[in-house]
């Protein structure tokens, strides 16, 4: 199978369920910007973590994933098709769970966070400003419901990644 199809050399792109949209459309920098943070979170997930960091990274990529199939799908004309991508049941709870843990570990924030105290942070600060860009873009759109969930899930893992840079700063 060829991996190019030539059909948005004219600026136009697909959509799920084969609505066809121009490239300047804002969804196409939602998924775009959550594409680039899954792939920096790869980044992250392959320095010296601890196999805990590693497997939390690897669900919240795997939740980008359905993420990004939630934006690129035209509600107007098949919203059905919303019902094959869904973020999982607890991923918001669990990142509430995780950020709560990882607070406890830490001494009480006393002002603003410079981010570099080490190169894994510093992955880690990238992923959070990442998906805080993310998070802006969503609202340049009109939210279907299921839109709404998945922005709210974005909006606890930029709270998770500060956390979790803060934390991988002191480790």
Known sequence: MKIYTKT???????LIGGTRIEKNDPRLEIYGTFDELTSYLGVLKNQQIDELHKAEIHFIQQNIIQVNAIFA?????NSHL???YNIE?????????RIDAYTKLMPPLKGFIIPGENIV????????????????RIYDINLASK????????????????VLARKLSIS
């Not at 799908?73 to 004309?77: G, H, L, N």
């Not at 942070?121 to 802006?136: M, P």
């Open 121 to 136: 942070s510093a992955h880690c600060d990238v992923c959070r400003t990442i998906c805080r860009r993310a998070e802006r």
């Open 82 to 84: 919303a019902e094959k």
């Open 8 to 14: 948005g050399d004219k600026g136009t792109t697909g």
């Open 73 to 77: 799908i035209d509600y107007t004309s």
């Open 89 to 97: 049941s607890n991923a918001i709870s669990y990142l509430e769970e």
């Open 147 to 162: 839109q709404e969930e998945a922005a709210i899930f974005i909006n606890r893992l930029s709270d998770f990644l500060y």
